[in-house]
């Protein structure tokens, strides 16, 4: 059998109990025949610890790159005790096994501390002949070494980005992520009772729904494996060793057969509403307007401008994060006297509802179909975006639920 | 100005605002323009922690060697988050400095895992360049990387040795080591409130204290200090940067120009003795008793037989840790069989109480004096035994604290 990359997160490792249930999961594969390399993050809360402390003996003082080196040492301890914790989980086994930590497998990283992107491991670190050989190497996710052979992280969810970076290396078969759910479903099934796990999930769909809120994995990691033609599958960490854990495959378009129009319903809370009336009919004044928000660090996401022509002025509509929000009032409200708008309006209660299928690129009617299974509901849409493989539409927020059920019905996705 | 290597322990780092409060002392000392570098243990508690997930992990199954080098790689994380947090709060406050690990300063053991030997470290790392520069080095303590690139701890304490190897290998000025007692004192002051703290003390003398239970340094630290003739002062970590902090210099004999003749009193509780009764008054008997504790690992201590000549039977005392005592006269009870002795007593009331000073080696009439001091208060002496700087007796345990007591006025150490 071929290499398997694993990647147990923080909650699958949380504490003894959980590791030693990964090491049961591991082994059994181990046994099994596969040469596996798994990709750790900290226990759950542990980063946490780790950076409230780095932060607290900086201090406000201490910004940027004076600060970055040392919080990545302070913080990529978490990730060490883990790896070697599970490499003693598995030899209580009788598994062969032991810990790589960034600097001992080369993981080399570029851009700066905190946030470092991978290059790729160094092959002559002995690791993948060290798998080859039946032993299981168990790897420090989330950090890496600089080339001045300083430690360094990846940000927040690295270990994703880790495993898939490592399965590319390593040529390997499979990355699993094992983690709290047991797939990608079509929808929160929370929401909808009904929703169904995804067989197979095609890495552009996969993108769309990590960055509209479905948390699964993290969207470099998805990135990264389309790039590096990495086939991910995401599973989950609960089932016991032997059970059928088929998860969720995140591969390439052309390895879907059967592709669905719509393959999932998406939605997000952490919507804000920003309008702008009688807003200056002229050229250069959304120019103004988005420069003024980029430059304050405001992600704006749909964008609608209706003209009522001839009147000289005009409505405009954007959306941004809630969080994002009151800076966004903050800086128009600054920039007020310079006339680019009359009044100007915030308002939260608004959701983003989203249908994701990479089957849109050849079907026709996906938007009348969304908007008359909406509009069968009384629902009504207050900005609509698209791409290639995407509906969104912005909608009051108290209707959410009662709109990803529509849909999720609307688009056959309901489990029989 | 020259260089100088500082090492706090984990009391002294055990929080933040212990860990500002080491930032103050080192910043104040750097802005006097001594070249640094500051060797930290793990936050107090820490170890302990990572020691028992790491036994958790492992469980009994793993022992030894199969478990060791994994036991390392999750015990060493301590030490690399104080290192980072400390090279962090001497930036706050406006000091160059850096984290150095075990593996970038190449600081290389042998001997295996858990309990390595440090070689010392790689002057090409670029340490001593970067301190002379004016950037402090914090180095994370207790930890080092074997030949095959693994990491390695030093063993419980170890962070003392690694300051000496640091100093040694930077021919240091000084080696301070910062604790939360300000130096070494003629006796326990929490039984006399009388004892002084001395100015300096021999290596021999400070050896034979610490493994008197005088538990100020680490003995592996003085045996590195006395064979590299660095000179260790200990002084306490809680005293304010701008405070008179003598401490105490732990040197060669030779830079003590006025030697007492008793420099120190020191007791153990943690002693238990075993008296064999009626052993067999043959060649042989000793030997094959001594080598049955040795190979338990019972480490005997002190010695007594008292012949009743033409009897053809003896007693026989010796002594041994209060933790061992079990083990001890389990292995006796096994053996009885084989006729070495007739009846076996164990008894935990004892203790030992010792009188130290190199002066001894030139002068005479230590032990009477000793003895005369003991007998005036009607204790009675189990067991003597003496080395070339040490008087150490063995006494009824109610009577340790009026044995030190008188000891130290009999030898003039009490403060006037």
Redesign the interface.
């Known amino acids: 059998m071929g290499r398997s990359v694993l990647k147990f997160g923080g909650t699958s490792v949380a504490d003894?109990d959980r590791?030693?249930h990964v090491a049961d999961i591991v082994a059994h594969r181990a046994r099994s025949g596969e040469a596996l390399a798994v990709v750790v993050s900290a226990m759950a809360g542990d980063t946490n610890r780790?950076v409230s402390?780095?932060r607290?003996?900086?201090?406000d003082?201490?910004k940027g790159d004076?600060?970055d080196?040392?919080?990545?040492?302070?913080v990529?301890?978490?990730e060490?005790?883990t790896?070697?914790?599970?490499?003693?989980?598995l030899?209580?086994r009788g598994i062969a096994a032991?810990?790589w930590?960034g600097?001992?497998m080369r993981m080399h990283t570029r851009e700066g501390h905190g946030a470092a992107r991978i290059d790729g491991f160094d092959q002559e670190s002995g690791l993948a002949d060290a798998i080859d050989g039946g032993e299981v190497a168990v790897i420090a996710g989330f950090q890496g070494v600089t080339d001045e052979?300083?430690?360094s992280t990846l940000g927040r969810g690295g270990s994703d980005t880790t495993a898939v970076a490592v399965a590319a290396a390593l040529s390997a078969d499979l990355c699993d992520i094992y983690t709290d759910v047991d797939g990608v479903y079509t929808t929160d099934p929370r929401i909808v009772p009904q929703a169904r796990r995804l067989t197979k999930v095609s890495y552009e769909e996969m993108l769309e729904m990590a960055s509209l809120g479905a948390k699964v994995l993290q969207t470099r990691s998805v990135e990264l494996a389309m790039n590096n033609k990495v086939s991910v599958r995401v599973l989950s960490s609960f089932a016991a060793p032997e059970d059928d854990n088929p998860g969720t495959l995140v591969c390439s378009e052309e390895e879907i057969v059967e592709k669905q129009i719509v393959n999932g319903v998406t939605y997000s809370r952490d919507e804000a509403k920003v309008t702008l009336y009688g807003m200056e009919d002229k050229p250069g004044i959304s120019a103004r307007l988005f420069s003024l928000m980029a430059r304050a660090g405001v992600n704006v996401d749909m964008i609608v401008q209706a003209n009522a022509r001839g009147q000289g002025r005009a409505n405009m509509v954007f959306t941004c994060t809630s969080a994002d929000s009151d800076k966004a009032r903050a800086i128009l409200e600054h920039h007020r006297d310079e006339g680019l708008f009359e009044n100007l309006d915030v308002t939260r209660d608004v959701a983003k509802v989203s249908v994701i299928g990479v089957g849109m690129k050849s079907h026709t009617g996906v938007a009348e179909t969304m908007f008359e299974a909406l509009f069968s509901k009384n629902i009504n849409i207050d900005v609509i975006s698209t791409s290639e493989i995407k509906i969104s539409v912005l909608i009051n927020a108290d209707y959410t639920e009662l709109a990803v059920r529509a849909l999720h019905t609307a688009f056959d996705l309901d489990a029989s």
Request: proline letters at 0%.
């Open positions: 003894l590791i030693a780790l402390l780095a607290g003996a900086a201090g003082a201490v004076q600060f080196d040392e919080y990545d040492v302070v990529a301890s978490g060490q005790v790896s070697g914790l599970l490499a003693l989980a030899r209580r032991r810990s930590l600097w001992q052979g300083r430690v």
